[in-house]
């Protein structure tokens, strides 16, 4: 089978010489629909919508427009992606931070987001995660390694991994040794 591949956009939006009034009107509106449909697939950041818009054009003060229009219409905030981040379930703090930053969230907001979490539901989310997931686990040599690695990969720290393991291990019948655990273990 042949990949298809498609023509990228090259219309008046590219080019980065001097415009007409009614050049410049018709670049702006075109970047502006284009920022409403890349809007319109998902929640962008201001740092990713900025780069699309300068993949679309090179004048950097006209992306900038569209973007500060956008942000005005309300179409585009980081407060909001990072809300809703934030809200995820199925994934712990570490992985909440780390998509934040690759979506170029400022650090201020990262934390405040990881501030919002609250603890005992990210407790309960790794052990419902962990009770769906035992009985695989359980079929493996060593069910706790296993089972510590598919949550740190989550994103969860080693304090809730372990309170998850301990809790789905004691639910399961299954003798877990209390002091052979260190809580602050977190595999990167």
Excluded: C
């Amino acid at each position: 089978m042949r990949a298809v591949r498609r023509k990228r956009h090259t219309g008046d939006v590219t080019t980065g010489e001097e415009k007409t009034p009614e050049e410049r009107q018709k670049a702006r509106d075109d970047l502006l629909a284009y920022a409403f449909r890349a809007l319109s697939g998902r929640a962008l950041t201001e740092a990713e919508l900025r780069t699309r818009l300068l993949r679309r054009t090179d004048d950097e003060a006209l992306a900038g427009e569209v973007l500060a229009r956008v942000q005005e219409l309300g179409y585009q905030n980081d407060e909001g992606v990072a809300r809703a981040e934030g809200s995820r379930r199925g994934v712990g703090g570490f992985r909440v931070r780390q998509t934040l930053k690759r979506r170029g969230v400022t650090q201020g907001l990262i934390e405040e987001t990881l501030a919002a979490r609250d603890p005992d539901e990210e407790q309960a989310d790794a052990t419902a995660l962990l009770e769906r997931r035992w009985s695989s686990f359980a079929r493996k040599r060593d069910p706790r390694a296993s089972a510590y690695a598919f949550l740190a990969r989550r994103g969860f720290p080693g304090a809730v991994i372990w309170a998850a393991i301990r809790e789905v291990s004691a639910a399961a019948g299954e003798a877990v040794p209390e002091d052979n655990f260190d809580d602050d273990e977190q595999v990167e």
